[in-house]
């Protein structure tokens, strides 16, 4: 992601319940609740923000995620309180009154708040007004590539992997809220327009391609974010009876998700982490990339055994494994990248609040794979 000039929020301390209530823990050999707090205290752009609301939802609230058991009762969106953890962390960000959901110069990035303002949504029409404003601009005024793809600049048609995690899960979400079949078609053909310019000749995505930022390495993070973000995508059609004659779809996107498994699980390791870019062997092995990848393997190790069977979660279990390594006792992950800065070859050490928020996702992917009883917990046995 990239940074920008947004409206600076006096620093709040938020603090996190210290005990997840009927989360059904496990032991993972981290501690996500205090990587989670981290999160919080160092995030500070729309991105991270949303990024953390959604962490935030998986680890507290995980039956209102989309991953839950029965995310959309009667087909529709939840009415949950909107002090829950995930919504009153959220709420503080997002514009009410204004085009998009952040003061924000990409067009992806305050969709990442999109799913946290339909819920608020459901008690304060206020906020449906927003995300619905939002998606407006995504869908009518953004870019788009010759291809049709949505672009993640406002400025100029340019695609990046990240949006994949940003506008995609949200218009999908959108989609059953608005009771719209015809939006969550045209979500998961933008997954596909997407991969048809970024994929390039490779399993892996390229980072971005276009005129201002163009990056055509195999960023591990932005394939993270277009694993993660279209798996999320995935379980929002499964999971709403509106879209359950959407099998192609579904089938389209598990192709997709896996293509970018494998690329990364093709891929080299240093220090038992997977590479800044996974097709350069000079980089070091850094947290965010390697965690999100692993969360996006133990959710598809769940979603379809036969097609993501156990060499996904023995993958998965190995990253994990060396990424507990990596925790210290402040929370902290590292060595990450530079969260605004890809190319930055100096360690990220001080916590990167994306870094921070995926091994959340990894924390909260591993648990639900384990109360699955697909997973094994560490000491070798499924969950009773």
Request: with cysteine.
């Amino acid at each position: 992601m990239q940074p920008f000039n947004s409206r600076l929020l006096s620093l709040l301390f938020f603090a996190l319940p210290k005990v997840a209530i009927g989360t059904n823990d496990v032991d993972a050999g981290f501690d996500a609740y205090a990587a989670a707090q981290v999160m919080i205290n160092k995030a500070s752009h729309s991105w991270e923000w949303g990024t953390a609301a959604e962490a935030l939802l998986e680890l507290y609230n995980p039956e209102l995620s989309v991953f839950g058991s029965s995310p959309f009762p009667n087909g529709k969106v939840p009415q949950p309180n909107p002090n829950t953890t995930a919504l009153a962390y959220a709420k503080q960000f997002i514009n009410r009154n204004s085009q998009t959901l952040v003061n924000d110069t990409a067009v992806g990035d305050p969709a990442s708040l999109g799913v946290s303002a339909i819920l608020l949504g459901q008690s304060d029409s206020v906020y449906i007004g927003a995300a619905n404003r939002e998606a407006d601009f995504i869908l009518n005024i953004a870019p788009r590539w010759s291809n049709g793809a949505i672009s993640h600049r406002a400025d100029v048609a340019e695609l990046w992997a990240d949006n994949m995690a940003m506008s995609f899960p949200f218009l999908a979400y959108l989609a059953v809220e608005q009771d719209d079949t015809s939006l969550m078609s045209v979500t998961v053909q933008q997954c596909g327009l997407q991969r048809a310019v970024l994929k390039g000749n490779n399993l892996s995505w390229q980072h971005i391609i276009g005129p201002q930022s163009q990056d055509t390495g195999l960023w591990s993070t932005s394939n993270g974010w277009a694993g993660y973000g279209m798996v999320r995508v995935l379980h929002t059609l499964q999971k709403w009876s509106g879209s359950a004659s959407m099998i192609s779809q579904a089938t389209q996107l598990k192709g997709w998700i896996k293509e970018i498994l494998d690329g990364a699980m093709q891929s080299s390791l240093d220090d038992g982490l997977l590479r800044n870019y996974l097709n350069d062997s000079s980089w070091f092995g850094e947290i965010s990339g390697t965690s999100v990848l692993s969360a996006v393997a133990y959710r598809m190790a769940v979603n379809d055994p036969d097609m993501f069977p156990q060499s996904y979660i023995t993958w998965a279990d190995t990253n994990r494994k060396s990424l507990a390594k990596k925790q210290n006792s402040e929370g902290i992950f590292s060595p990450a990248i530079n969260p605004y800065d890809w190319h930055d070859r100096t360690q990220f050490t001080t916590g990167s609040p994306e870094g921070q928020a995926f091994t959340v996702y990894l924390y909260t992917a591993y648990r639900d794979c384990v109360n699955a009883k697909i997973c094994q917990t560490p000491t070798g046995s499924a969950a009773s």
